[in-house]
Each structure stands twice: as structure tokens, then as C-alpha cells.
């Protein structure tokens, strides 16, 4: 087997392996799979009270999908919450829950798509409504989680995020909140860089989950200009009348 066909199936195989640790939401073409770790259970309360949000209105399905970037391709998703403790040690949850562009509040509708930021980097963007309340919530819970959680192991056994450490913001939005981490999808691979950015527009979260498919970045980041149209976009949409 040469080089080339030896390093082909090693991306590809860490391609399946980052798949099955966002919860294969975005890497199939379809609706995110309902599993344990997207069950809705009632929330915990956030570590700290949520500044008071706006009255912003909650989009439906066809505005989401309206306000999706076209490179996207976006398909309608199921609406899932992740269950509490569904990571170990439980404060990391939300972390994980952001890497799938989920929160432990139950959305009102889900939007998602996947684009190419760079050679050898996968991306997913996610446009996720939620009530106004919910919206602001579920940032206060990343944000409180990001202060103690640094690593935990992911679902097959070996894997494990580690060096997670909060990203500044890129100004956009009503809030952000974002991260970087590396990501070692099964035992013996190389450690994937990968950057979650979450930003609220009214009561709508777009997540851009970035992830390093080949184990040769240091970090990697969603570009500026990407984020900047979704935002303008949703934003667009947002201040429409109501379909």
C-alpha cells in the first residue's frame, strides 16, 4: 500500500472517529439519531443567574433553514437537549453538549449544515431557536462550565478532550462564547485540534463547531468572514415579520 493510499484511509478513519464523538449529528446527511446522550431531561439550574434577555422572537423551522448559509446546505434537524451528567465530570456537559450544538435547554427548532473552512478541516454550523430565556441560559451554562472543565473522555474508550480552554470572542451577536480543544477521537491517533464558537442572535444560538480531520494542525479556527455572513443573515431574518 503507498503513502498516499495509507494516508487517505487514516483520514477517513479519523473522519468516522470525529463523527461518532460530535454525536454523528452533521456527518450523515440527516437528522441528529435521538441516543442517550441527546435524551431532554430538565436542566439543571445555571451556576449563575442569566443577565435579563430582550423579547426577541423565536424563529420556526423555515426561518432557520431560510437564514442558513447557502455553501451549508442545511437540513432540518431533530430538536434534542442533552441530559445533565451526560459528560463525566458532569460540569463538562455543557461543553460537550456545545460541540454538538446542543445545550441542556430543549430548542424549539434545529437547523444544521456542514462547510469546508481549509484543507483537511471539517466544518458544522448549527441555528438552533430556543425561547429568549432558554437562549441566554444555555450560554451562562457554557460559560460557567469553561472555568472548571479542562478534559474528560469521550465515548469509546480511550478517547478524551483535553486542553479545553476558552477562545476571545469575535464581537459578533448579542453574546459569544467559545473554545478550543484537542480531541483524541480513538486510542493510538493524533490529537485533533478543534475550536466551538457559540453566538446568540435574539433567541437564536448559531454554533460553528471546527474540527482538524487529519491530526496536522495545532488549532483551527472558523473563518471571520464565515462567521460575520451567518450572523448578518440570521440577523436579517430575525428582524422580518414573522412568516
Known amino acids: 500500500m503507498g503513502n498516499g493510499t495509507r ?3 487514516r483520514a477517513i478513519t479519523l473522519a468516522a472517529a470525529v463523527c461518532v464523538l460530535a454525536g454523528a449529528s452533521g456527518c450523515g446527511g440527516g437528522a441528529p439519531a435521538a441516543s442517550e446522550h441527546t435524551t431532554a431531561a430538565a436542566p439543571s439550574k445555571p451556576a449563575e443567574p442569566s443577565k435579563k434577555v430582550a423579547p426577541a422572537r423565536v424563529l ?3 426561518e432557520l433553514k431560510a437564514a442558513a448559509l447557502p455553501e451549508s446546505s442545511a437540513i432540518v434537524g431533530q430538536p434534542n ?3 445533565a451528567g451526560a459528560a463525566t465530570p458532569a460540569d463538562c456537559t455543557p461543553v460537550l453538549a456545545a460541540g454538538q450544538g446542543q445545550s441542556q435547554r430543549m430548542p424549539r427548532g434545529v437547523v444544521q449544515g456542514t462547510v469546508s473552512p481549509g484543507k483537511n478541516v471539517a466544518g458544522q ?3 438552533t431557536a430556543y425561547s429568549a430565556e432558554d437562549a441566554g441560559r444555555a450560554l451562562d451554562d457554557l460559560r460557567a462550565a469553561l472555568r472548571t472543565c479542562h478534559a474528560f473522555p469521550t465515548l469509546l474508550e480511550g478517547g478524551k478532550w483535553s486542553n479545553v480552554r476558552a477562545a476571545e470572542g469575535l464581537g459578533e451577536g448579542d453574546q459569544e462564547v467559545a473554545f ?4 483524541i477521537p480513538v486510542p493510538d491517533t493524533p490529537a485533533l485540534a478543534t475550536e466551538v464558537r457559540v453566538i446568540r442572535v435574539g433567541a437564536t444560538l ?3 463547531a471546527t474540527n ?4 496536522t494542525h495545532d488549532e483551527v479556527r472558523v473563518p471571520r468572514d464565515l462567521v460575520h455572513r451567518q450572523v448578518a443573515a440570521l440577523q436579517k431574518v430575525s428582524a422580518a415579520p414573522a412568516a
Open 7 to 9: 494516508h487517505r484511509s
Open 60 to 62: 420556526t423551522q423555515r
Open 81 to 83: 437537549a442533552i441530559r
Open 125 to 127: 454550523v448549527f441555528l
Open 180 to 183: 478550543r480543544a484537542k480531541m
Open 206 to 208: 448559531v454554533t460553528f
Open 212 to 215: 482538524d480531520m487529519s491530526g
